[in-house]
Nanobody, 122 residues
Framework: QVQLVESGGGLVQAGGSLRLSCAAS????????MGWFRQAPGKEREFVGG????????YYRNSVKGRFTISRDNAKNTVYLQMNNLKPEDTAVYYC???????????????WGQGTQVTVSS
């Protein structure tokens, strides 16, 4: 069982930055591919991006490429989502997720955090 806890959300003006963190309670964090998802009000959850087990490969949806960066620190059991040049359309609840399979593009994840709200004002 993997428990995930996100933090770092908040209110920011357009053009600003936030860094989300996701701490995992698991002894074998480096055996999990990690991903970030988001869900805006009235919309379906969408995949933001993923990072491989050792952090050597990442994937991002087109709308966040060049603005968002996913990284991980396996020694701290933590994955990060650095979000720069935020736009109002980035407003959503952001979730981190974990899966014990490989592949940073596939989106079938097994474990989920509770989510953290990100609001970008115009």
């Amino acid at each position: 069982q993997v428990q995930l806890v996100e933090s770092g959300g908040g209110l920011v003006q357009a053009g600003g930055s936030l860094r989300l963190s996701c701490a995992a309670s698991v002894h074998t964090f480096s055996t999990y591919t990690m991903g970030w998802f988001r869900q805006a009000p009235g919309k379906e959850r969408e995949f933001v991006g993923g990072i491989s087990k050792v952090g050597d490969s990442t994937y991002y949806r087109n709308s966040v490429k060049g603005r968002f960066t996913i990284s991980r620190d396996n020694a701290k059991n933590t994955v990060y989502l650095q979000m720069n040049n935020l736009k109002p359309e980035d407003t959503a609840v952001y979730y981190c997720a974990a899966k014990n399979t490989s592949g940073v593009i596939t989106t079938k994840y097994q474990y989920w955090g509770q989510g953290t709200q990100v609001t970008v004002s115009s």
